[in-house]
């Protein structure tokens, strides 16, 4: 496997150490199912996982293709410390298997 060698503490020592401590910040949705999403978290729903971004531009991107915008913020962070494993994938985009909603937090709320 190609990542088989990094293991749960290089990953914490990474994010220790990161100057910009962000990880999969944002989540770009819609009115129509924040409250849903706010209440049960975040589900890869028919995909294999769930898509974050690290920049607002990206998450409006893919928040306003679904109706009203909705942006969430997570908290990477913490969710790591309890064991949410995020996956780096390319262009500032972190997957999750799933993100239970104490993470979130809707601004607009």
């Known amino acids: 496997m190609r990542w ?8 914490a020592q990474v994010v220790r150490n990161c100057s910009k401590q962000r990880y999969g910040n ?7 199912v924040i409250n ?6 975040i589900k890869p729903m028919g995909r294999k996982y769930v898509h974050l971004s690290e920049s607002l531009e990206f998450a409006t991107l893919a928040g ?5 915008l909705v942006i ?4 990477g962070n913490t969710a790591f410390e309890n064991g949410v494993k995020f996956y780096a994938a390319n262009h ?3 997957l999750a298997d799933a993100v239970p909603a104490q993470y979130l937090f809707w601004r607009g709320q």
Request: charged fraction near 25%; proline fraction near 0%.
């Open 4 to 11: 088989s060698t990094i293991s749960i503490e290089d990953i």
């Open 26 to 32: 944002c989540n770009g949705t819609n009115t129509k």
């Open 36 to 41: 849903i999403i706010l209440s049960e978290g």
């Open 64 to 68: 306003e293709r679904r109706g009203e």
């Open 72 to 75: 969430l913020e997570v908290n």
């Open 92 to 94: 500032g985009v972190w």
